[in-house]
């Protein structure tokens, strides 16, 4: 189970938000129907443990700072708007996101760490990961193939898929958005 988590501030204004630690905003997109677990692993930015508290309100949460959503560097909080005129910024979007961000993380890394985070946290109990955008669409991409944009999801919204032994038994399904 990949969950993205609730709406911020900087989601709402539509800001790059990687490391900002921002709270949710409201909860309003966390009123979907989600899968029960025995476990749950979020990111351990506040964003990811609100959302995992809310949703899952009696499982304990383990962190997995792999997890973490991607390193924005000069573009962290800032939206299109604030960037529309930077030259850098008109490099990355030409190259369809695959640039490092200046000063920040490169896509390959960002996903490579999602994907050993991912992994590195798989046991045998049904699991729903609490975590970011970025860091599912990294991991489904993995798991799944297709382009890393293909697995875009709104706040509240995710995957639920079957692994067992770390191998996929069953196609993915969307969850949450209710």
């Known amino acids: 189970i990949l969950i993205r988590h609730g709406m911020t501030e900087g989601n709402l204004k539509r800001r790059y938000i990687g490391t900002t630690d921002e709270d949710l905003i409201n909860t309003d997109c966390l009123k979907?129907?989600?899968?029960?677990c025995e476990r749950v692993v979020a990111s351990p930015l506040k964003r990811c443990i609100q959302t995992a508290e809310y949703i899952y309100p009696n499982v304990d949460i383990e962190i997995c700072d792999k997890l973490k959503e991607c390193d924005f560097g000069d573009f962290e909080n800032k939206s299109y708007e604030d960037l529309k005129d930077n030259s850098?910024?008109?490099k990355w979007l030409d190259s369809n996101g695959e640039l490092p961000f200046p000063n920040g993380e490169t896509h390959e890394d960002f996903k490579n760490r999602c994907k050993d985070g991912f992994f590195e946290s798989l046991t045998e109990c049904d699991t729903a990961f609490v975590i970011h955008g970025g860091s599912i669409m990294a991991i489904m991409q993995k798991l799944f193939g297709g382009n890393f944009y293909d697995y875009q999801v709104k706040?509240?919204?995710g995957y639920e898929f079957e692994?067992?032994?770390?191998?996929?038994?069953?196609?993915?399904?969307?969850i949450g958005c209710g």
């Open 155 to 157: 706040n509240g919204c």
């Open 88 to 90: 850098d910024y008109q």
């Open 163 to 174: 692994m067992r032994n770390g191998e996929i038994v069953d196609d993915y399904s969307p």
């Open 32 to 36: 979907g129907d989600y899968p029960k």
